[in-house]
């Protein structure tokens, strides 16, 4: 499962950015990569600009890939309304924006119940306070560091001061970070205290995503043990 209580790395390509004609090739060629889960992002075109693929798609995807753990990156308005169909077509992590919904509770009740664990994001824009009130009900909080709705943006490294002080507050927090996460980003995502990383293009269109893969979670675990030795 990909939630781990901030202890561990765990790696997830985003595969908006594969060859989405040969999706289940491309899914399983990542987790051979070395890689913990699966970031699927769903956007409906009216919370972001963009329109990429559906619960639907995921039901296809589920029976050839039955072990591996698929986190729903629900980038879509009203997000309660998804979760059944989600859950339904074999998601196993529901991330949802703050800011997508009305009702940031109910959003978390009907998740649990439909048998998934909780993720909760914030845009760039959004004060990382207002996650604070959630932080003992859902599963891991997602730092986006890139506006929402496109591949292939700049990380944001402002945003980094998030993570910072969640895990300043929060030591065995599962704190996720999606946008424009590579090589050349790593290091300041482990600095600030991410222990999940989301990257799509960084890992898809290098030539050897293995070494990809090995190389940030080997930056990500010694932050984390220096992390610890700091405590």
């Known amino acids: 499962m990909a939630t781990s209580n901030g202890s561990s790395c765990r790696i997830a390509p985003s595969i908006l950015n594969a060859d989405l004609s040969s999706l289940t090739s491309e899914c399983q060629r990542f987790m051979e990569c070395g890689s ?5 992002d769903v956007m409906d075109g009216h919370f972001v ?27 879509v308005q009203d997000p309660e309304k998804w979760v059944d169909p989600v859950a339904d077509a074999g998601g ?60 292939g943006q700049k990380f944001m ?43 799509g293009s960084a890992i898809i269109k290098n030539e050897n995503p293995t070494e990809v893969v090995k190389y940030m979670r080997r930056v990500i675990d010694e932050a984390i043990q220096k992390h610890h030795l700091e405590r």
């Open 36 to 40: 913990d889960f699966l970031h699927l």
């Open 49 to 75: 600009p963009n329109l990429t693929f559906g619960h639907p798609v995921v039901k296809c995807l589920r029976p050839k890939l039955p072990n591996v753990c698929f986190e729903m990156h629900m980038m």
């Open 92 to 151: 196993n992590l529901y991330s949802f924006h703050y800011e997508a919904t009305k009702d940031v509770d109910l959003c978390i009740r009907k998740i649990k119940e439909a048998g998934m664990k909780v993720g909760l994001g914030i845009n760039p824009p959004t004060d990382v306070n207002v996650v604070l009130p959630y932080i003992d009900k859902v599963d891991l909080i997602l730092i986006m560091t890139v506006n929402p709705g496109f591949g």
């Open 157 to 199: 490294p402002e945003c980094m001061s998030k993570v910072e002080t969640l895990r300043e507050k929060y030591k065995n927090l599962d704190i996720e970070v999606d946008g424009g996460v590579g090589p050349d980003t790593i290091q300041q995502c482990a600095d600030a205290g991410a222990n999940v990383i989301v990257s």
